[in-house]
């Protein structure tokens, strides 16, 4: 519920109620603090409506995200603050999480000796600072795990998200894609122990990764909006060197799906369609109103860490060697995570490989171009590039070759296209509708009629030769629903006219998924864009140059003669928008902004951007080996890898020891090179005096560093 909830806690219960009337009947959430239960009870507390003898407090909070057991019991993660990031599709409000606390359900925090109180205090202090990041983003009226292509598929399931079921409003979180939900763990139990309509009072599911909406530009006289989303997977988390390569199941470290989504507000329009549904009877057989928004344009490029059973542990070295599993074990799983995408994006995967072909490096590659030998070439195909090799010395106009490589790949998969906006069903008496009028909506049923959901032929729709109306629900909202921002009669849902579909996906990788591939991404996205700016009426076809030298010119941002430099407004949103996103994406798993957003942003290198990646380095370096296990911990947590189980040992290490040891290291380095310098500075009478002593300071600083390095998995 968007106007949020008021929370009453006594000695006895905790008791939760919206703050404003909403539709439906009148609940309220009620968890017992002795039995650690929950329930949804009807009517209004009168708990709320006065003062309560054993009353603890009452405050208002915006959602409840989850449950979690910890040492003293089960708490409850409440969120305290939110920030409005913008409008999706003109309708729907998206908000970031920026503050939660933690409720404890019971009092057995009480029982708890000094040890396992200080761990208590630290499990929630590391999830209160994990989710309080600023990076985790929701939606009270569209579920953000799904991307538009798929939103639009959840028009097979029955009931649609919002609709009544029962007397009851369905969860958002029916359709959700499980593999970006967030929340889903924490709110499990909720789930199980509430039963139904616990869902008004739990937060919508929750997206880690990148948001960055309304970005608004005028291309040809029009004025377009240009949105980026990027869901990172949540079923392999982990921060950079805690998290690499595939588990058994076919799940990779940093996996993100990224959406590029071009909107362009159509001045308001109706189109009427004949509904058809082989379930349709004659009682509800008529027309179909559908009022639409926005053209939508969307594009899903995806990214995940190299799909073998690999890791690279901190050790202080600054880039620790990568290690390869046992050599029978990467086949299985790298099977079944390319299955995984073929059942999620179509039956055509093109893989690019941007991994160094020498050094550290090379094994990987070497490992992942035999399996992916393995695999259907129907189906998929890997593409390897050696970035570093074939850009050094800032020969970025080499980059053309890899769009010239998969250039065929990016066109024949296509993208998401449609109209979004309300539709409503105008009943009448008599036979079976008129024909449809409008040929948007005639060209958008006739696709979807004969397409299935990953864009393949199908046998046309039944109803005497008229196609289905592709309108999909998403949401349901009644005229007075807050944030909106159009107006929607009773009956209208929010729904989708599917114009063509996506089929297929494009996987990139590097070593760390951030900065090559972010290289990568917003070449391929910015091809895409002018495709679609093209085929949506508001490019001219022949304003546009094909060739890919110009692709990566306008890529990148700078430089004479690509296209998008004729369109400057649009050139800074694009580039800036997926800069952001590099930056987004790279602070979460690696500790710091993207390396390379200069050229992202510019199109050239610069000194400036070098100082920039120098400092991101030293602050990877920093987090990668100091704070990265805490966040791992605390993400198992989130996330049920990890359950705290009360009465065990501290689950918790001591760095107490850790952060003795490498004082202790750090000083007598330093001592060193200050006793070396001092020898070097003041000369000696004696030239082999002067010579012992500068020998034998290096010798210290070298044997320090040895034990430093051969250790170094011990100060992590």
């Known amino acids: ?267 308001r329009r109706s189109v009427r369609a004949a509904a058809t549904a082989a379930t349709a009877t004659a009682a509800t057989a008529g027309s179909t109103h559908f009022d639409m928004r926005c053209h939508v344009a969307a594009l899903v490029q995806v990214r995940g860490s190299i799909p073998l059973q690999w890791s690279q542990r901190p050790n202080i070295r600054y880039k620790p060697k990568p290690r390869l599993g046992e050599a029978g074990a990467h086949g299985f799983p790298l099977r079944k995570h390319y299955q995984a995408l073929v059942e999620a994006y179509g039956r055509d995967v093109v893989s690019v490989d941007l991994i160094d072909q020498k050094g550290g490096e090379l094994p990987l590659g070497d490992c992942f171009r035999e399996h992916a030998r393995m695999l259907d070439p129907a189906v998929f195909r890997y593409v390897p590039f050696d970035f570093h090799k074939e850009c050094s010395h800032m020969r970025w106009d ?53 397409c299935d959901t990953n864009g393949a032929r199908r046998p046309s729709a039944v109803g005497g030769g008229t196609a289905a109306l592709a309108a999909v629900v998403v949401d349901e909202k009644s005229t007075a629903a807050a944030g909106s921002g159009a107006e929607i009669r009773a009956g209208e849902r929010w729904g989708f006219i599917v114009y063509s579909r996506q089929n297929g996906v494009l996987r990139t990788n590097c070593i760390d998924c951030l900065d090559r591939t972010n290289v990568v991404q917003s070449m391929v996205a910015e091809r895409m864009l002018r495709r679609v700016l093209q085929q949506i009426g508001v490019l001219d076809p022949a304003s546009a140059s094909e060739s890919a030298s110009d692709d990566v010119t306008a890529g990148g941002g700078g430089g004479v003669g690509g296209w998008i430099a004729r369109y400057p407004h649009l050139q800074f949103v694009f580039k800036n928008a997926w800069a952001d996103n590099a930056d987004n994406l790279s602070l979460f798993y690696a500790g710091s902004g993207a390396l390379k957003t200069d050229f992202t942003r510019t199109g050239r290198r610069t000194v400036r951007g070098l100082l920039r990646d120098g400092y991101n380095s030293a602050l990877r370096y920093y987090h990668n080996n100091f704070t990265d296990g805490r966040k791992q911990d605390a993400l198992d947590l989130l996330l049920g890898k990890f359950r705290v189980r009360p009465g065990a040992p501290s689950p918790l290490r001591d760095s107490t020891l850790v952060l003795y040891r490498f004082r202790v290291i750090g000083l007598v380095l330093l001592a060193g090179v200050v006793m070396l310098l001092l020898a070097l500075a003041n000369p000696m009478a004696d030239s082999y005096s002067q010579m012992f002593h500068v020998a034998l300071w290096l010798l210290a600083l070298l044997v320090t560093w040895r034990l430093l390095l051969h250790y170094g998995s011990s100060f992590v």
Not at 233 to 258: K, L, W
Not at 402 to 430: C, N, S, W
């Open 398 to 450: 080499r980059l053309s070759l890899l769009l010239d490589k998969v250039g065929r790949d990016i066109v024949r998969h296509g993208f998401f296209l449609g109209a979004y906006g309300t539709y409503g069903r105008h009943l009448r008496g008599g036979g079976g509708g008129g024909l449809m009028n409008g040929t948007a909506a005639a060209a958008a049923a006739a696709t979807e009629a004969a």
């Open 1 to 267: 519920m968007e106007g949020g909830f008021k929370v009453h806690e006594t000695l006895d219960k905790i008791v939760v109620a919206p703050l404003t009337a909403s539709a439906g009947p009148e609940e309220h959430l009620e968890i017992d603090r002795v039995r650690a239960s929950v329930a949804v009870r009807p009517g209004y507390p009168d708990v709320l409506r006065r003062q309560h003898e054993g009353s603890v407090g009452v405050r208002s909070v915006l959602g409840i995200m989850g449950s979690v057991s910890l040492l003293a019991g089960p708490y409850l993660i409440v969120v305290t603050r939110r920030r409005l990031v913008g409008r999706l599709l003109g309708a729907h409000d998206v908000w970031c999480v920026e503050g939660v606390e933690l409720l404890p359900y019971t009092h057995g925090a009480q029982s708890l000796g000094a040890v396992q109180a200080q761990d208590e205090e630290r499990l929630c202090r590391m999830l209160q600072d994990l989710l309080s990041t600023g990076q985790f983003f929701f939606s009270y009226d569209y579920d953000l795990t799904l991307s538009l292509q798929r939103a639009a598929a959840a028009r097979d399931a029955a009931p649609a998200p919002g609709a009544a079921a029962g007397g009851r409003r369905v969860p958002l979180s029916t359709h959700s894609d499980r593999r970006f939900y967030w929340n889903g763990f924490v709110q499990r139990g909720l789930f199980e122990q509430g039963g139904a309509g616990v869902d008004r009072f739990l937060l919508p599911p929750c997206i880690q990764g990148s948001v960055s909406l309304n970005r608004a530009v005028k291309v040809g006289g029009r004025d377009v909006e240009l949105d980026i989303i990027s869901r990172r997977g949540c079923r392999r988390a982990g921060p950079r060197y805690c998290s690499r390569g595939i588990d058994a199941d076919g799940n990779v470290s940093n996996f993100v799906e990224t959406e590029q989504i071009l909107s362009y507000r159509d001045a």
